[in-house]
């Protein structure tokens, strides 16, 4: 290969890279709006199935410590909050939305994403044949306290085999949100 | 990826003449189909076809991405070093794959939830790659784009199908749009839609194909 050779193969590759660049850039600008609208509209679906009560919105609010969480409204009144919360899972994090009542028990768990081992701990967001939710979080429903624990944990929670650990995240991230995080979304409404 | 001289296999020691642009296209539909013929691309084949909606789907991207890719390619190809062709043609195809996924993300949100990574991972379809550079590197323009959409047209025939058996034995019926098109008077066995019934399925589907296929002959 000579020098001139070469020269024009930088050149061809790099004007193919320059023009790729050029319509990446152009469709990511233009379908954005789009995306984020998109993505607003299933946050508000995912907030509605974890707090159904909430029949007329959310407020987002925001806790120390970078924690996210919607207040739920029905009428005027406070049904329940929504927290976002991320968890270490066992190989990523898991990031939860954790509706709970006005009385600390859990309405509704949905994994928003994570990406755990397939067959295994990604087995949280798993719907068994014939049902419509996953089977995991769905046993969060109606429980409160002590016993969002998995069942190893002195919980009433079934762990998923061989996925202790994701499951253990799950769990830890509920709990951290029926518990403390609510207890500080109350505090923050009565100062309010 | 020697068939590129001759036009693929079995048709090369009888037709060493031009072939026509109808034949052009509708080799990569039965002849040459890229699942049953050349049996390219079985990762995304076996991944997406739980059910007709994901075939259509994953078929029309292919396809984009596909006649896209090979139409830029058969442009360039006298302007394109024969040793830096690869970085090149990865470029061409990442780039219409990367804007068919922010497309289907925007304007499809449910299919483009339902056929997850495998819309980015066209990007390395052995179907797209294998065209461009047994084909479309070395053909006319109009006989690549013929050549691309027929083989597009072929992985989603090839997809509908699989995932149509799939789906309906799956789940005992096939939903379309909403629509339910067909429907058996059993449940469904679960199975079929998890990776035992993808292999059973193309393994099936693939042999009765090939046994059609030399009854015809």
Request: proline share 3%.
């Amino acid at each position: 290969v000579n020098s001139r050779e070469l020269l024009k193969s930088g050149f061809v590759l790099a004007a193919v890279a320059g023009v790729c660049g050029l319509v990446l850039g152009g469709t990511y600008a233009f379908v954005k709006p789009k995306i984020e609208l998109v993505s607003d509209a299933s946050l508000k679906e995912s907030l509605g199935e974890v707090l159904p009560a909430a029949s007329t919105g959310f407020v987002r609010r925001e806790l120390s410590g970078d924690v996210t969480y919607f207040v739920g409204l029905s009428g005027g009144d406070t049904v329940g909050y929504v927290f976002d919360v991320k968890t270490a899972g066992y190989s990523s994090t898991i990031e939860l939305l954790v509706g709970v009542d006005s009385s600390g028990v859990v309405t509704g768990l949905k994994v928003l994403s994570q990406q755990e081992t397939p067959g295994l701990g990604a087995r949280i967001v798993e719907v068994r044949p014939g049902g419509e939710k996953p089977w995991f979080t769905s046993q969060f429903e109606g429980k409160s306290g002590d016993e969002l624990r998995l069942k190893k944990d002195g919980g009433g929670i079934d762990a998923i085999t061989g996925a202790t650990i994701s499951s253990r995240a799950v769990a830890g991230g509920v709990y951290n949100a029926a518990g403390e995080l609510f207890a500080e979304a109350k505090k923050a409404e009565v100062k309010a | 990826l020697t068939e590129a001289s001759c036009h693929g296999g079995e048709v090369c020691a009888t037709a060493q003449k031009k072939p026509s642009y109808l034949s052009e296209f509708t080799k990569g539909i039965i002849r040459q189909n890229p699942i049953f013929g050349l049996v390219l691309g079985l990762c995304p084949t076996l991944a997406v076809t739980t059910s007709v909606e994901n075939g259509v789907g994953m078929g029309i991207a292919t396809i984009f991405v596909l006649v896209g890719s090979c139409f830029m390619i058969s442009l360039l190809r006298k302007n394109i070093p024969s040793q830096i062709r690869i970085p090149i043609f990865i470029l061409i195809i990442a780039t219409f794959v990367t804007v068919t996924d922010l497309v289907m993300t925007a304007y499809t949100p449910a299919l483009s939830k339902s056929l997850g990574i495998f819309v980015p991972l066209i990007v390395v379809n052995c179907i797209v790659f294998g065209r461009v550079e047994a084909f479309s590197s070395k053909q006319p323009v109009l006989n690549s784009v013929l050549d691309a959409a027929g083989m597009g047209a072929g992985f989603t025939l090839a997809l509908i199908l699989l995932g149509g058996v799939r789906e309906l034995l799956g789940t005992g019926s096939i939903v379309f749009a909403g629509r339910v098109l067909l429907s058996l008077p059993i449940a469904g066995a679960s199975a079929m839609l998890i990776a035992s019934g993808a292999y059973l399925t193309l393994g099936l589907v693939l042999g009765a194909s090939r046994r059609i296929g030399r009854l015809l002959k």
